[in-house]
């Protein structure tokens, strides 16, 4: 126990002039990327509670440990695990506290964010100090401000204005904002960001790293309507996002699909199944609820999954949600059907599959993915400026256009290295993933494959290609030229290094039909 668990403390502190005020700090910006393109992009402020990360308590040395004055010994024994006073230090430090030496310190809660992977889940340690009144100066990244202004900048955004991050809205907010009318079976784990929006992980047949796909949840408590004029492609009591948990926890999303109002819009980004596998589930549940998907997604969805109609969206549209408003935001690139949602009033943007928690995104490209596409979207998104990226599978991202301009610097470092090759020579689809994968595990060069053959064509629409490269020659070696060749190499490298002959050819037989489902059917 312990080395594994990552523990944030987060800080409370009322202003003793104001009860009504707390404490924020300014986030610090993530790293600039020292290219004059991608910095011009830049998130507004964030603000949240000052927060620190927890040490596992060195218990040789006898520091001074924080005394909470509502301490009982079940919460000893998590807190005495940790050097809480040290952390607790480090923030007055930082937001200019310090040499306040009286600061009373209450236990609030723990919160265990859900399983949004990868890695285990963090837990953060919510603490409230009072001080005492005294002739402090705040640090330059601090300041005091009310619940109401918080809740004005979470929930009527406007673009660039400062953002209040997600300590403060579980810290603080949620216990006032939360939707009441939502039940979430107690196994589950949620969380709420922006107020008013919830994400729940729910296991699913998804691709490594992740494990879950995040079910989205909006269920608003006002339904006054007041956009009576304007034209929705629907409207309803709530909404649902990618219900795509695998069978395993059909049961819970019964339970969730059960609770939620009848007038229920059921919204999938995409057809890939960790997407659409509890679709059939809603539909048992609520054989009213209304499905919304792009054309080419619902061709692709299985009569299993949704035998009810559908409206289709084209990605540009308005819904109404108890009176909020959500626009469709046509984002093609993962698949020719993707589609984004932005919840207007929040500003926050709901990416679907192109963007992930963590890492970056494939193209579907038996199902139109485009890398063109792909990099309009992206600055399509950027453009909206949102205030928070929020992924199908992974933590919400506090820095969209970082995130963003990530993606783009990665995808355009991999096209020049593929421009490389080709100029070097090579003319086959082989010859591009062997220059370009060269230290990347064989069994993985199928995968990387799809993401050449999408570079080559992003290249060939830029008119970046050299004049004696033949598109038709090279579209000649991708299918089962580029297979044999790969099967072939894998083989004869695993041969060569002749230990665990036989493990090697079974290894490359099971790749090899793994390729060959992957053919037929794509995931994630
Ligand atoms: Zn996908
Ligand atoms: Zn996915």
Redesign the pocket.
Known sequence: MGTQQRVNLAVIIKNPLNDDELLLTKQALPPKFNDPEYDSYQDSDLWDLPSAQLSLLDRSLTTSQVQFENEDSSLSEFLNQFDVGSAADQVLREVGLEKTTNVKWKFLKVIEEPEFGPGVPIKTLYIVGELEIHDWKLGDCSKWMSTKSCEDLLLEVKPHNDRIGPLVVAGLLNDSLQSANLHIPPTLRSLEYPPGVKLVPMK?R??KP?HT?NLIIFVPDTSCNDFSGDNFLASGDALIV?P?CSSAVHKELEKIVTALPRKLIVFVT?H?H??VDGLSVVQKCNPDATLLAHENTYRRIGKDDWSLGHIPVLGSEEICIGGQRLRFISASGHTDGHVALLHVATNSLIV??HC?GQGS?LLDITAGGDMSDYFNTTYKFMELSPHVLIP??GRVNMWPKHMLCGYLKNRRKRESTILKAIEDGAKTLFDIVKHTYADVDRSLWFHASSNVRLHVDHLALQNKLPQEFSMQRFQSSCKLSFFSRWIWGYLTVSIKHHHLQIVKVLGAGAAASSAVLYLRSR??
Request: aromatic share 6%.
């Open positions: 699913s998804t691709a992740f796909t990618d795509g995409h890939h960790d997407h679907g599959d992930v995104a199908m599978h995931d994630a």
